[in-house]
């Protein structure tokens, strides 16, 4: 049961790994790693993200699907 005022914590194991492969979490898009510098990422890369039904892109945190 989720309490009131609390954020709804990720499931993602990104957020609990002291060094993240990515910069960005693909469920939630908050940064998971400072430590790796934000990329500028393309339509091409993000249609491909879109097909495998990621919600945010990992390397600059573009929301590329809205929740239902």
Do not use: W, Y
């Not at 790994?17 to 339509?43: M, T």
Request: proline fraction near 4%; include cysteine; charge should be positive.
């Amino acid at each position: 049961m989720e309490r009131v005022g609390q954020p709804k914590l990720c499931e993602n194991m990104n957020h609990r790994r002291a060094n993240a492969p990515v910069v960005h979490c693909s469920q939630c898009g908050e940064v998971v790693n400072e430590d790796i510098r934000a990329q500028e990422c393309g339509e091409i890369q993000h249609a491909a993200a879109r097909r495998r039904q990621i919600a945010f892109c990992v390397h600059c945190g573009t929301q590329l699907i809205t929740p239902r």
